[in-house]
């Protein structure tokens, strides 16, 4: 069972999850400005408080689980409740720049600011979901994290920003693949050949790492991505006539042509 009081401010999908799954119960305050949050809140056994400085009270650890436009006005309003020796755990996924301007509201209050990055969904991984922290307060956070019941925390440096650059950059192809099978899915269903479309890219999918994969893709821009471009225009024009906007479609066609053009650009050692 936690022996301290944790402070979470947003109580959405991800403050519900790990409250539920550690079973912090009353020892976690949580705050939310949606009052329909507190009935989820008095579900998961926690306290629900009705401002943030009531949450933050005494808490060594807080975690600030919002949406990413509020990230920063969040960090700027709960400094001032923060106790001196506290660590603020900015757990929401903004640019680095944004992580930052957070961590500069809270040096300039006197209180410890980490940046983590939540690199999987969580659900169903809950406190099992992979943690990678930043800032010259990393080690302490994690080991906060850690007593709280979070069993996979890695830390990225004393640098704020960087577990969000790793995130974001990494986030470039998972969500890109994501938007991709979404274009070509409803191409393949106008065109009635979903099942063939599949079955031949089984057939061509490499075991290969990441870091082999992206090697082996940048060079084949680079050697051939006029020629490539070319064709994913003959691929536009095919979506067009079947009116699907080829928004991916398009961007890959100019990024093809870009790389082709700057045999410098974007290199990615073997």
Same mark, same amino acid.
Request: charged share 25%.
């Given at each position: 069972?936690?022996?301290?009081?944790?402070?979470?401010?947003?109580?959405?999908?991800?403050?519900?999850?790990?409250?539920?799954?550690?079973?912090?119960?009353?020892?976690?305050?949580?705050?939310?400005?949606?009052?329909?949050?507190?009935?989820?809140?008095?579900?998961?056994?926690?306290?629900?408080?009705?401002? &943030?400085?009531?949450?933050?009270?005494?808490?060594?650890?807080?975690?600030?689980?919002?949406?990413?436009?509020?990230?920063?006005?969040?960090?700027?309003?709960?400094?001032?409740?923060?106790?001196?020796?506290?660590?603020?755990?900015?757990?929401?996924?903004?640019?680095?720049?944004?992580?930052?301007?957070?961590?500069?509201?809270?040096?300039?209050?006197?209180?410890?600011?980490?940046?983590?990055?939540?690199?999987?969904?969580?659900?169903?991984?809950?406190?099992?979901?992979?943690?990678?922290?930043?800032?010259?307060?990393?080690? =302490?956070?994690?080991?906060? &994290?850690?007593?709280?019941?979070?069993? =996979?925390?890695?830390?990225?440096?004393?640098?704020?920003?960087?577990?969000?650059?790793?995130?974001?950059?990494?986030?470039?192809?998972?969500?890109?693949?994501?938007?991709?099978?979404?274009?070509?899915?409803?191409?393949?269903?106008?065109?009635?050949?979903?099942?063939?479309?599949?079955?031949?890219?089984?057939?061509?999918?490499?075991?290969?790492?990441?870091?082999?994969?992206?090697?082996?893709?940048?060079?084949?821009?680079?050697?051939?991505?006029?020629?490539?471009?070319?064709?994913?225009?003959?691929?536009?024009?095919? &979506?067009?006539?079947?009116?699907?906007?080829?928004?991916?479609?398009?961007?890959?066609?100019?990024?093809?042509?870009?790389?082709?053009?700057?045999? =410098?650009?974007?290199?990615?050692?073997?």
């Amino acid at each position: 069972m936690l022996d301290m009081p944790i402070a979470l401010v947003g109580f959405g999908e991800a403050g519900s999850t790990f409250a539920e799954a550690a079973g912090w119960r009353a020892q976690a305050r949580a705050y939310d400005i949606a009052p329909e949050r507190r009935g989820v809140m008095r579900k998961a056994g926690v306290s629900a408080c009705a401002t &943030l400085g009531e949450t933050l009270a005494d808490a060594p650890l807080a975690l600030s689980l919002v949406t990413a436009d509020a990230a920063l006005q969040v960090t700027t309003d709960s400094a001032p409740f923060l106790r001196e020796d506290a660590i603020f755990c900015d757990m929401n996924s903004v640019a680095p720049a944004t992580k930052a301007a957070a961590e500069a509201v809270c040096v300039s209050a006197g209180k410890h600011y980490v940046d983590v990055a939540i690199l999987a969904p969580v659900r169903p991984a809950a406190l099992d979901v992979p943690l990678l922290v930043s800032g010259a307060a990393a080690e =302490n956070a994690a080991g906060l &994290l850690k007593t709280c019941g979070f069993t =996979n925390v890695s830390l990225a440096g004393r640098q704020v920003g960087r577990a969000s650059a790793i995130k974001l950059v990494r986030s470039i192809m998972v969500k890109g693949i994501e938007a991709l099978t979404g274009e070509m899915m409803m191409a393949a269903g106008r065109l009635g050949v979903t099942d063939d479309v599949l079955e031949s890219l089984d057939r061509s999918e490499r075991e290969a790492g990441w870091k082999q994969r992206a090697a082996y893709n940048m060079g084949r821009m680079r050697e051939h991505g006029r020629r490539r471009a070319a064709e994913m225009d003959e691929a536009i024009a095919m &979506l067009e006539a079947v009116d699907i906007d080829p928004v991916m479609t398009r961007a890959t066609a100019a990024r093809q042509r870009e790389q082709a053009g700057d045999a =410098n650009g974007g290199d990615v050692a073997a």
